[in-house]
């Protein structure tokens, strides 16, 4: 079965930071790239950072520069770093493989970040 649990989520003011956290199956964490997703109210759930198994990142142009993701192999846990955050980065982050299928379709709970002053 496989599991993918997000955490560290929350509310934050307008320049602030948070990190991620996402431990996922090893079935599907060891020979794929992973990405962190989100999904904003009545919009589609976008990739917005993705990392190879070698350590190779690629960002979505709106967080490159504020969003750093990493991630630890032995712990089979991906991470994702984000500073100086803006209100239109509110929304439910999801880890999973990249591409999604890869995954066979299963998602986690997300976490919620909410951005406010």
């Known amino acids: 079965q496989v599991q993918l649990v997000e955490s560290g989520g929350g509310l934050v003011q307008p320049g602030g930071s948070l990190r991620l956290s996402c431990v996922a199956s090893?079935?599907?964490?060891?020979?794929?790239?992973m990405g962190w997703y989100r999904q904003a109210p009545g919009k589609q759930r976008e990739l917005v950072a993705r990392?190879?198994?070698?350590?190779?990142?690629n960002y979505l142009d709106s967080v490159r520069g504020r969003f750093t993701i990493s991630r630890d192999n032995a712990k089979t846990t991906v991470y994702l770093q984000m500073n100086s955050l803006k209100p239109e980065d509110t929304a439910v982050y999801y880890c999973?493989?990249?591409?999604?299928?890869?995954?066979?379709?299963?998602w986690g709970q997300g976490t919620q970040v909410t951005v406010s002053s």
């Open positions: 990392i190879t198994g070698d350590g190779f990142t």
């Open positions: 999973n493989t990249s591409p999604s299928y890869l995954s066979g379709g299963s």
């Open positions: 090893r079935s599907i964490f060891t020979s794929n790239a």
